[in-house]
């Protein structure tokens, strides 16, 4: 059983910054791939920010150069660094991880609880 777990979200002001946490636990083998994803009300679920096993990095193209993805390989633990934060970055983020379980072959998808972030003055 794996378990991705978020924190860090809350209301910061227009231009202002967060960084998001998700850590990996339980019974681990691999992981081949965290990202994370967002929902605003009343829209899809979609991809803010992803990185895979060798460092390669992905971003949206609302947020690139404004937010950034990195992770501690030794904590199974990724972040997300968000800066000149806008109203329309509102949204739950959920923390996404393609992981195999240990002693496991083959990759399942993993979901966090999600955490709020609200942009607002």
């Known amino acids: 059983q794996v378990q991705l777990v978020e924190s860090g979200g809350g209301l910061v002001q227009p231009g202002g910054s967060l960084t998001l946490s998700c850590a990996a636990s339980?019974?681990?083998?691999?992981?081949?791939?965290m990202a994370w994803h967002r929902q605003a009300l009343g829209l899809q679920r979609e991809l803010v920010a992803g990185?895979?096993?060798?460092?390669?990095?992905d971003y949206a193209d609302a947020v690139k150069g404004r937010f950034t993805i990195s992770r501690d390989y030794a904590k199974n633990t990724v972040y997300l660094q968000m800066n000149n934060l806008k109203p329309e970055d509102t949204a739950v983020y959920y923390c996404?991880?393609?992981?195999?379980?240990?002693?496991?072959?083959?990759?399942?998808?993993?979901w966090g609880q999600g955490t709020q972030v609200t942009v607002s003055s």
């Open positions: 996404n991880g393609v992981i195999s379980g240990y002693n496991q072959a083959g990759y399942s998808d993993y």
């Open positions: 339980g019974s681990i083998g691999s992981i081949y791939l």
């Open positions: 990185i895979a096993t060798g460092g390669s990095t």
